[in-house]
Nanobody, 115 residues
């Protein structure tokens, strides 16, 4: 059973940066694909970034050119570098892993952008 552990959330001022990380355990094999979702208060969960098994990445329009998803294949981890943060980026961020036909989710980490 794959387990995902997230870290790196917190509070930051507008214009600041944060890096979220997500580590997979419980598997000896490379995670096929990764992604990050977020959920703002009172809103539905939305896809932020996705990295496919081949290494290509897609982003939501709202974060394009500000966020960067990257992975470490050897360590089975994924990161989300978030720059130029604004209050609309506030929410709980969840990583997910697409692995061997299953989808696995992290517990979520809070990101608050506020002055």
């Amino acid at each position: 059973q794959v387990q995902l552990t997230e870290s790196g959330g917190g509070r930051v001022q507008p214009g600041g940066s944060l890096t979220l990380s997500c580590a997979a355990s419980g598997t000896m094999f490379t995670i096929d694909g990764w992604g990050w979702y977020r959920q703002a208060p009172g809103k539905q969960r939305e896809l932020v970034a996705i990295m496919f098994s081949g290494g290509n990445a897609n982003y939501a329009d709202s974060v394009k050119d500000r966020f960067t998803i990257s992975r470490d294949i050897d360590r089975n981890t994924v990161s989300l570098q978030m720059d130029s943060l604004n209050p609309e980026d506030t929410g709980v961020y969840y990583c997910y892993a697409d692995h061997s036909g299953g989808l696995y989710w992290g517990q979520g980490t809070q990101v608050t952008v506020s002055s």
